[in-house]
């Protein structure tokens, strides 16, 4: 009956939608500073729901289908961006086992130790043991538990993020520094587990190498971004990298126009935005929209899958 109800609003063919869920983490266990994140157990239960009421699709085949008016009723499919370890070694595993499939956007420049600038304030922050951090103009946070931790990361984390790509740099090595951090991570994964991620059946996107927000580099340094890290994750996969997504993903404050014909041109045959919302079959496929519901019971997240349907979206893309 649930499925009946659901295919009215998700229906097949020419008027189907593809939902894309995006995700970034799976943990092993809550993190207590970010109870939010997704964690094992909640994977878990979440794909058990996916399965019985969703038709799950490959993205590659899902893009196909939509634009040849081919899709199910309830299409979806599910990403993760920018390859974290735990994609392989905790997210994998649960898909295998209820038979479904992903496709992991991958920053090569993260690759065998590195850590993005964002995961690098966080992990800053966490290791830091003071009751007052001083982040110099990024401003003092008195640090006294784990809400203050986290609402000293969420203070950094927005003064940084739009900060120019060198000067980003430049501030989150400081605060590193400052509070003691290694420089070597094992956050993401090596190329090795790129790999052998794409053997066991998962797909492989590109992501750009270092995470830029292209909006806010130059059009070489943009062009050199999409199309470096497509040639050296299909290096590493040793097969054809076809998906690509825009980091951060907003279209025009995070990406414009230019970077939609830059991704053509580099020989992608789709991308994914973070513009919340589903792609109908006249949609650019170069601007994927993708969401995710953070429901924890069933009733509330398949309610918030169709309201994600059927609701006009917020954020206008690009035009093509």
Known sequence: ???????LALPAGRRACLSILIWHRVLADPDPLFPEEMHARRFTQTLAWLKQHFNVLPLTQAVSMLAQGSLPSRALAITFDDGYADNLHIAAPILQKHGLSATF????GFLDGGRMWNDTVIEAVRHWRGETLDAGELGCFKITDDASRRSAIDGLLAAIKYLGF??????????????ELPSRANLMMTSDEVRALADSGQ?????????PILARIDAAQAQSEIEDGKRELEAIVRKPVDLFAYPNGRPQQDYR????????????????STAAGVSRIHDDVFQLRRFSPWDRSRAAFIARMVLNAVQQPKTSLLAK
Request: with cysteine; glycine share 4%; hydrophobic share 50%.
């Open 1 to 7: 009956m649930i499925n009946s109800t659901m295919s």
């Open 105 to 108: 956007f991958v920053a090569t």
């Open 166 to 179: 060198d000067e980003r740099d430049k501030v989150v090595k400081s605060l590193a520094e400052r509070c």
């Open 203 to 211: 797909i492989i996107g590109a992501h750009t190498r270092f995470h």
């Open 257 to 272: 126009a230019e970077h939609v014909e830059m991704v053509k041109a580099a020989g992608f045959a789709a991308a994914v």
